[in-house]
């Protein structure tokens, strides 16, 4: 029996084989990532995709963090590197935010309404905001250098979705001890299962005061204006 082999000119191999690599670099694969703490899931963690061994464009956004019953919402946002975010005070008191996060150091002076320009984050890393105003308000802006990222839900669980090949994947919490602490792990896609991280956090802080304590603080810390 002859078996039949179709022959390519030199140049006609050559674009066939680069084609092929294209396809197979730009299949996209699905991955599963399920976060827990003591076998418990962990909601509202930041979970990252980091390409190994090659760059990830990422593309900055848009974002907003408000100010609503003396909290930030979101208390979590998770924004690309160079993304503009704007801090809105929904409340009728006035508010003071600020970070002395390595990653980005910004203060807002005393205000209401909505600032007019947005606060650029162009470094990667882990961003704690404050009011200097109530101490117990606490939010959270983490830039990621990466397109493929998520924040899990009440499940623990997150779905990303990032082309074939090496990467490293790893997760924030607001309590890990430090930044270094999230568990880290290499992976490539696809993968057979799903993978899993697990996180050893702090005990979560105490709950807030009364609305009645919280509405006498911001009486004395708010006085009103003439």
Excluded at 20 to 33: E, F, G, K, Q, Y
Excluded at 131 to 139: A, L
Excluded at 154 to 160: E, R
Excluded at 199 to 220: M, S
Aim: hydrophobic content about 40%.
């Amino acid at each position: 029996m002859v078996v039949g082999v179709r022959l390519f000119p030199c140049g006609a191999r050559l674009a066939l084989a680069m084609g092929l690599a294209l396809s197979c670099s730009s299949a996209i694969a699905a991955l599963r990532v399920e976060v827990r703490s003591g076998g418990q899931p962990v909601e509202s963690a930041v979970v990252t995709l980091t390409p190994l061994g090659r760059a990830a464009a990422v593309t900055p956004i848009n974002a907003v963090m408000d100010q609503v019953g003396s909290e930030f919402k979101p208390r979590v946002l998770v924004v690309t590197k160079g993304s503009r975010v704007r801090f809105p005070n929904s409340d009728v008191i006035r508010h003071q935010v600020y970070s002395f996060s390595a990653a980005k150091r910004f203060e807002l002076p005393l205000y209401t309404g909505t600032p007019p320009e947005p606060v650029v984050f162009d470094s990667a890393g882990v961003v704690t905001l404050g009011c200097n105003i109530h101490d117990w308000m606490k939010g959270y802006v983490v830039v990621v250098d990466t397109p493929h990222y998520a924040l899990s839900g009440s499940d623990g669980g997150v779905q990303l979705d990032a082309p074939v090949g090496e990467y490293l994947l790893t997760a924030w919490h607001e309590r890990l001890p430090t930044v270094d602490a999230a568990p880290k792990q290499t992976i490539t896609l696809p993968m057979a299962g799903p993978a899993t991280l697990e996180l050893t956090l702090a005990a979560p802080p105490p709950p807030r005061g009364t609305d009645r304590l919280r509405a006498l603080q911001d009486r004395f810390r708010n006085p009103p204006r003439d």
